[in-house]
């Protein structure tokens, strides 16, 4: 609508509300919502990050490899530095989360293998070895 300020009358068209950020921040509104964001991606939310990158990528080898839905799985994943701080903070997501038994952060180990690949969690190379897993 209108805007009075002393005796001056504003209609619509003649001004505009916005919004100054500071640096880091975004802002939004619609109506009478504005929505304020922090824009900082902090080591713990980077590192969420790569575990949910990873989770995706091993259910679609999952999808890939013909698993069932409720196929158990033994895992062996291997990256640099910020990889394993990843997985070393959210291993057990990971594994709830593509129905892993058996969770390794190497893929040293001498084992029989269903898929092995090689790929990019934002340019970070991550080696994952997967098979199916017989229920215990």
């Excluded at 824009?39 to 980077?46: A, W």
């Excluded at 040293?108 to 080696?127: G, R, S, Y």
């Amino acid at each position: 609508g209108r805007v009075q300020v002393d005796d001056y009358v504003l209609e619509t068209y003649e001004f505009e509300i916005g919004f100054d950020v500071v640096e880091g921040f975004d802002c939004e509104a619609k109506g009478e919502l504005v929505v304020l964001l922090e824009l900082e991606i902090t080591d713990e939310l980077r590192r969420e990050a790569y575990a949910r990158d990873l989770v995706r990528a091993i259910q679609d080898f999952r999808k890939d490899m013909n698993y069932h839905v409720s196929d158990r799985i033994a895992l062996a994943v291997q990256g640099d530095h910020e990889i394993q701080q990843a997985l070393d903070a959210h291993k057990q997501f990971i594994c709830d989360e593509v129905l892993a038994i058996e969770f390794n952060r190497s893929t040293a180990a001498q084992k029989q293998w269903d898929m092995l690949k090689t790929i990019q969690i934002d340019a970070h190379p991550v080696e994952v070895k997967m098979r199916r897993q017989a229920q215990k």
